[in-house]
């Protein structure tokens, strides 16, 4: 359910969105699973001898790639009333799923009073056009209802220009027989967003807001780009958090930085990205950057238009990349996540993968986690805290070498007394030892980052 602004001198009220839900199955095309989720459902098999499987590993990806659209619809506003699952060898050219389970579909939507029809694949446009003429309600795609989803939770200009671009480009080659979605007084999921106002809306005008919308997301990547700049004036590594949605990065966010951010079960709930201070044992500052979650078949578009919000994982140096230790599919969520990465050419950043959510594992199965994890494998529990000074103490080793951008250094201090601003910064920054006074000296050994120790050298008995 969700409020909706009518516009045009109508009143504004409630419009329950009931939606039924198509799930397609393409068994000429079945997704495989990656060999390292084989080989791990195997070694659970062995481990687990004699235990009976609940479902093969094709309907299990199956089963749980349609709980995942369930929860994208309800993300995005919709009372699920009703669910038609298609399985066949090939798309259909005219309709995707034929015209006899059109019918069905039809059948369903009339005995459950629905408004709203989601399919689990993306529509052509010709598709599109067929479905809306044979169905007595709105159709909407798996694209065009993440983009809804990402118009809610759109917060900064940035994040609203980055929405409306994608958009426009999903909308672009739709023109021709939207109708009533093509107009602000529509309403409804999938119709939130640019809001074209007549069908007679062009493409060229289309491709001019396209133009515009991408100069001032180079203005916003410029602005980006200046505020880095400045950041590396003072060299302080970034770590980023990246992990399919709903894997618990913001818990884990709020857990390390205390930064008080919105924490939700819903899907894609972090749209803007967010940068935090995290101090670390060491005294060594690090920013943490919290991102938008990846999701199984991603839109492309999606992942062009937020370039500029995921540039803070492209410039990052140490990648957390955020399991959901509990999930049935964390080997193909994991796939999904390292394909968005190959995408932006991140994949050969080191990266530490935090299996999160241990404390909702039974007591055997967080022992044989525990077990697995491996020198660049941490278990945690963001939400009850277990782990997370082993996951801190994991990110000081991976940043901490000579070739990290601001490593630790240890020196010698000759301070005049007079100068307590130095000292106050110091005991601030880094760690003391042997801290002694002559005359109007003080005299001792910091260890500590780089940056600071070299903005206090003058004091130094012997260089860096």
């Keep these: 359910m969700s409020d909706r602004a009518v516009e045009g001198g109508h009143s504004t009220g409630k419009e329950v969105e009931r939606a039924v839900l198509v799930g397609v199955e393409f068994t000429g095309e079945r997704r495989r699973l990656s060999r390292v989720a084989q080989q791990a459902r195997t070694a659970a098999e062995l481990l687990h001898e004699g235990d009976t499987p609940t479902a093969s590993t094709g309907d299990l990806d199956f089963d749980a790639g349609l709980e995942e659209f369930q929860e994208l619809a309800r993300s995005a506003g919709a009372e699920v009333t009703g ?44 598709q599109l056009r067929n479905l809306g003429e044979r169905l007595s309600c709105r159709v909407i795609d798996r ?32 023109l021709a027989g939207r109708g009533k979605a093509m107009s602000q007084l529509g309403g409804g999921i999938g119709t939130r967003g640019p809001g074209e106002t007549k069908l007679e809306t062009d493409r060229r005008r289309i491709r001019d807001r396209i133009v ?53 079960s819903r899907m894609f709930a972090t749209l803007d990205p967010k940068l935090r201070q995290l101090t670390l044992p060491s005294r060594r500052k690090v ?21 500029a919000t995921l540039e803070e994982v492209e410039r990052a140096e140490l990648l957390l990349h955020v399991r959901d230790s509990n999930s049935p599919t964390g080997d193909e969520q994991k796939a999904q996540v390292e394909a968005v990465l190959a995408e932006l050419d991140v994949s050969r950043t080191p990266t530490l993968q935090v299996l999160n959510k241990v404390d909702l594992l039974p007591e055997r ?30 990110i000081e080793e991976r940043i901490g070498g000579a070739e990290a951008p601001d490593p630790t250094a240890t020196a010698d201090f000759r301070i005049p007394q007079r100068e307590g601003r130095a000292v106050a910064a110091l005991e601030g920054g880094a760690f003391l030892e042997n801290k002694r006074f002559e005359g109007n000296l003080v005299l001792f050994t910091a260890h ?17």
């Design 83 to 126: 669910t038609v699952v298609q399985r066949r060898d090939r798309p259909d050219a005219a309709t995707l799923i034929g015209p006899g389970k059109v019918d069905e579909v039809a059948g369903v939507v009339a005995s459950s009073e629905a408004n709203l029809v989601l399919f689990d694949h993306d529509l052509s446009p010709t």
């Design 287 to 307: 920013l943490l950057s919290d991102t938008v979650g990846f999701i199984r078949n991603l839109p492309h578009t999606l992942v062009t238009s937020f370039r």
């Design 448 to 464: 500590g980052p780089t940056s600071l120790l070299q903005r206090y050298r003058r004091f130094t008995v012997r260089p860096l």
């Design 365 to 394: 199965d967080r022992l044989e986690l525990a077990d697995f994890a491996g020198a660049d494998s941490i278990a945690v529990s963001a939400r009850t805290g277990d782990g997370l000074d082993k996951l801190v103490a994991a």
């Design 143 to 174: 694209t065009q209802l993440i983009l809804d989803i990402f118009a809610r939770h759109a917060r900064t200009r940035e994040g609203h220009l980055q929405v409306e671009l994608a958009q426009l480009e999903y909308q672009l080659p739709r």
């Design 212 to 264: 515009r919308l991408k100069a001032q997301l180079e203005t916003v990547r410029r602005t980006r780009q200046q505020q880095r700049q400045r950041r590396e004036a003072v060299p302080v590594p970034t770590v980023a958090l990246v992990g399919y949605t709903n894997a618990g990065k913001s818990t884990l966010f709020n857990a390390l930085t205390a930064a008080g951010v919105e924490e939700s």
